[in-house]
């Protein structure tokens, strides 16, 4: 079936498809908030929702915060969306990482310094947040490099890292040549939601790097993962068919909402748009079949109860 437009609807209509949800679960990036503020009347629209007595649950692949740095965002914003209620994969990382992770073993980090702290909540040894940069003679011996390798390495953890460099992805594809090495990511959302001409590389373009040249596959525990999807059924006990799914990108978001049984609706002020909705219904494959959302509309505002 087609995606249907939500403006389409009318008001009855509408009302019977609010009226539909107790469970409404929001991507943030691109759906409520963008790199330069708030969205246009999310706030309200998602006040009302709690007002009514619908749960709201935010979740991000975004892995440069702590979750309590995510929280601090939403109160900003004026969100009034209780802290349990939130989801990042800083701290899912690092929660996958505690609980897999060999004894006596630390972890070898590129990404953001947010990842460090929640693994230094959890008391998970690690290394490798900051810049790391090739010297200048880098190339001229590479049977001597002089690069530290570390022989403890457990875990290889991947979020997204302004520092990226080739030094961290030559350690990174060394630790991984250990199959007992743990490779573990935030998410592989391709490009970061922005108004600007400019492309923003997202996490995914690290992963692919450093998953080709190791040849490994990466556990990955922001969306469409099921990890993120099994956690938000079990702690949240939801029920698939009265929760509404809301994103800005079809490949991660509407995939896990389609996938975990969700009504799923895609917003316009995001990463994709309804070419992009068009180009997923067409193709023949089936993750892409996965992709293509219930509704659509152009922002979230649309969603406001008059």
């Not at 975990?260 to 892409?288: M, N």
Request: glycine share 6%; charged share 20%.
């Amino acid at each position: 079936m087609a995606p249907q437009y939500l403006p389409s609807l009318s008001s009855e209509k509408k009302s019977e498809f609010i009226n539909s949800f107790d469970t409404i679960v929001s991507d943030c990036d691109g759906v409520i908030w963008r790199p330069e503020g708030v969205v246009p009347g999310a706030p309200e629209v998602i006040n009302q929702f709690i007002e009514c007595g619908k749960r709201i649950i935010f979740i991000t692949n975004n892995s440069t915060k702590t979750r309590e740095q995510f929280y601090a965002k939403v109160l900003k914003y004026g969100f009034n969306v209780s802290p349990e209620n939130l989801y990042n994969t800083s701290s899912l990382v690092a929660q996958y990482t505690q609980q897999n992770l060999s004894s006596n073993k630390i972890v070898y980090v590129v990404g953001s310094p947010a990842i460090a702290s929640e693994l230094d909540a959890r008391n998970v040894k690690h290394f490798g947040v900051g810049k790391d940069e090739l010297y200048e003679d880098f190339f001229e011996n590479v049977n001597s490099l002089k690069i530290d390798i570390k022989d403890n390495v457990g875990a290889v953890v991947v979020g997204f890292d302004q520092h990226i460099s080739y030094v961290k992805m030559l350690k990174a594809v060394t630790y991984l040549r250990n199959e007992e090495c743990l490779f573990v990511c935030t998410n592989t959302d391709e490009v970061f939601p922005t108004q600007s001409k400019i492309v923003l590389p997202g996490t995914g373009s690290i992963v692919a790097g450093i998953q080709v040249a190791s040849g490994r596959e990466p556990f990955i525990v922001g969306k469409p993962s099921t990890y993120v999807a099994e956690a938000l059924k079990e702690e949240k006990n939801i029920k698939p068919e009265r929760t509404l799914f809301i994103g800005d990108r079809c490949n991660t978001d509407i995939r896990m909402g389609n996938l975990c049984s969700f009504t799923t609706l895609l917003v316009l002020s995001g990463v994709h748009t309804f070419a992009d909705v068009q180009k997923y219904e067409s193709s023949p494959k089936a993750e892409d079949q996965q992709s293509v959302p219930q509704y659509y509309t152009d922002s979230i505002f649309d969603l406001c109860i008059k």
